[in-house]
């Protein structure tokens, strides 16, 4: 089985992917209060302490914004193998606007980066279906955006397994969108896909009509905390088709179009093949 669980983790983004041989990925370092007693939720501690994962083998970070970087003081806790992230940003472009409070955070981004600098050979890269256990991973990186919005400089991460297509994007604006659009196989890539992670929480600085139109996606998930005015869920609900998803508090399954950490808590997604080699699809909530 393939599995993905979108943390909750408020304002922030962090995604667990567990392939079928149990190759251990993360997307992102959100961390953030979690659940009605307001704890901070680290979820690489989480992975640590209660998965027993003792070993990332891979870690990408979409764009070194807070929010995608706050869990990243635990990272050398689970001794990752591999780190991925938008390698041509300079530090004075990531550092521009950071607040004295947070230069901390962004020299251990800025450590852990330079640590990472060796190419990866081919027998031990994760991204690898043969490394993996079969799932193919897609990698798509805007560079050409002016880089005073690192936000547009967010790689989208596209996973195939057992015939589902899964696009997990960063804080992606129009701009890297159309960048993007301008390259045919990424086109081919997210075209139709059964889940999209929306881009910069759901908010509108991040909906782009035309990508929407593209992806076509079955439903949409939304990594964010509350509700604000610029929230574009009823427009990521209408433009999505809407797949069946079940609760695991109350046993039942509903169609939805969009689904959010704020209302919807952790979400699990479950891709395998049956023993009749079907593929199936499970979203789970709450």
């Given at each position: 089985m393939l599995n993905i669980t979108v943390w909750d983790v408020?304002?922030?983004?962090?995604t667990y992917i567990k392939t079928p041989n149990g190759t251990h990925i993360v997307q992102d370092l959100g961390m953030g209060s979690h659940g009605e007693r307001d704890e901070l939720f680290s979820?690489?501690?989480h992975l640590k302490n209660k998965y027993k994962v003792l070993q990332l083998d891979y870690v990408l970070i979409t764009h070194p914004h807070k929010d995608h970087i706050l869990d990243i003081m635990n990272f050398d806790k689970l001794t990752p193998r591999v780190l991925c992230r938008p390698?041509?940003?300079?530090?004075?472009?990531?550092?521009?606007?950071?607040?004295?409070?947070?230069?901390?955070?962004?020299?251990?981004?800025?450590?852990?980066?330079?640590k990472y600098s060796e190419p990866v050979s081919e027998e031990s890269n994760p991204e690898l279906p043969k490394n993996n256990g079969g799932v193919v991973f897609k990698r798509f990186h805007p560079t050409s955006c002016s880089t005073s919005?690192?936000?547009?400089?967010?790689i989208v991460n596209v996973i195939n397994y057992a015939n589902s297509k899964i696009v997990l994007t960063g804080d992606n604006e129009p701009p890297s969108?159309?960048?993007?659009?301008?390259?045919?196989d990424f086109q081919t890539s997210v075209k139709n896909a059964d889940i999209l992670l929306a881009p910069h929480h759901g908010r509108?600085?991040?909906?782009?009509?035309?990508?929407?139109?593209?992806?076509?996606p079955k439903l949409t998930i939304i990594s964010d905390n509350k509700e604000v005015d610029t929230s574009a869920t009823d427009r990521y609900s209408k433009?999505?088709?809407?797949?069946?998803v079940y609760n695991r508090e109350?046993?039942?399954?509903?169609?939805?179009?969009?689904?959010?950490?704020?209302?919807?808590g952790v979400i699990n997604i479950t891709s395998w093949y049956d023993k009749d080699n079907k593929p199936l699809l499970l979203v789970q909530i709450k």
């Open positions: 408020q304002h922030g983004s962090a979820p690489l501690l390698k041509h940003l300079s530090k004075d472009e990531i550092m521009k606007d950071v607040k004295d409070e947070d230069k901390k955070l962004f020299e251990k981004y800025f450590e852990i980066s330079n919005n690192i936000n547009n400089h967010s969108w159309k960048e993007l659009m301008d390259i045919n509108d600085s991040g909906y782009y009509s035309e990508i929407m139109s593209l992806i076509n433009l999505s088709r809407g797949y069946y109350t046993k039942e399954a509903e169609k939805r179009y969009c689904i959010t950490t704020r209302s919807d």
